[in-house]
């Protein structure tokens, strides 16, 4: 898959595509099924498929207050929408100057001129330009002006519910993993690449692999049990979400603690996989409080891989 980053770098060589617009914020089930239709497009149109999204996602920059926690980061959503063969990936650089693109100048100069759309692949409630001025109806018209074609997808459902990000979002705050792996078509969980922390906890036997979640929101917040992919294995986990208010952090950060890995984590990339939530985050009294609940936090996660 190429990777175009920015509307500078599109060329000359880019024109003429298949397209589809969102912010696949998960790549989940729902994305799937709109790319699986893409390719199928573009396979009898003889013409490349492309993926636009946007980063910041346009909410993130236009209401920061009202953002949602992003399921994944921008590394992961890049590899798995390479996963499903699309040919080219066009990521813009959200601001206010694109925001303020009308919705007719967002698909003649940017959708037309820049990259040739043939065919266009959104949700009847697909919004675009300044103010989500524009709608499915308005882009259909604008097809019919510039000489491409509009489709638009079935809305994916598993067990009566619709398949959304938002919907994944609210099974993980409801410690429902299990809803959101099916809404996903995988696990829920969090990549990174370990770092050094404080090296507080190894001083009272619960070492942890530290990994930096560089979000503006996290999904998950408090204690969890887990599992954590290292060098193609698994291994059961406990892990902490939060500012860690005892020893006063300053850095949203996951922890982890591995129950029977014996190695160097640091600079590994990892995949912790979340199972279920054992409590919120707090700040204990003291130190010795702290190892006395991670002690039971881990008995507790023990408990559940032995069930």
């Known amino acids: ?22 912010n696949f914020d998960g790549v989940h089930l729902g994305h799937l099924s709109v790319l699986a239709q893409v390719k199928q497009r573009s396979a009898e149109l003889s013409l490349p498929s492309l993926v636009m999204t946007f980063d910041p996602q346009p909410v993130e ?13 921008w590394r992961e959503k890049y590899q798995l929408l390479s996963a499903q063969a699309i040919d080219r990936l066009l990521c813009i650089r959200f601001n206010q100057k694109v925001s303020q693109l009308s919705a007719t100048d967002f698909v003649s100069e940017l959708l037309v ?16 330009g300044c103010k989500r001025s524009g709608d499915f109806a308005l882009l259909q018209t604008l097809g019919k002006s510039f000489g491409f074609t509009v489709e638009d997808t ?6 009566g519910q619709r398949v959304s990000s938002t919907a994944i979002r609210q099974a993980i705050a409801d410690n429902d993993f299990g809803l959101a792996q099916q809404l996903l078509g995988r696990p829920y969980s969090v ?11 190894r001083t009272i036997g619960f070492p942890t692999a530290n990994i930096l979640l560089n979000r503006k929101v996290s999904p998950v917040q408090g204690v969890f049990v887990v599992t954590v992919k290292v060098d193609g294995r698994s291994y059961q986990a406990v892990a ?8 006063s952090g300053k850095q949203n950060q996951l922890e982890v603690h591995l129950f029977d890995y014996q190695g160097d984590l640091y600079q590994k990339r990892i995949e912790v996989v979340f199972c279920k939530k054992l409590r919120d985050e707090k700040k204990f009294e003291s130190f010795q409080a702290l190892k006395h609940q991670i002690e039971l936090d881990a008995q507790a996660a023990k408990q559940f891989f032995v069930v």
């Open 154 to 159: 079935q809305s994916c459902q598993i067990a």
């Open 191 to 201: 990549w990174g690449t370990v770092i050094h922390g404080q090296k507080k906890g």
């Open 113 to 128: 001129k820049k990259l040739g759309v043939k065919h266009i692949v959104v949700g009847d409630d697909f919004r675009f």
């Open 61 to 73: 920059v236009l209401l920061p207050h009202l953002a949602p926690a992003r399921l994944i980061r």
């Open 240 to 247: 902490n979400v939060g500012y860690r208010p005892t020893v």
């Open 1 to 22: 898959m190429e990777l175009i980053r920015g509307i500078h770098n599109i060329k000359p060589k880019h024109q003429g595509c298949v397209l589809t617009i969102g």
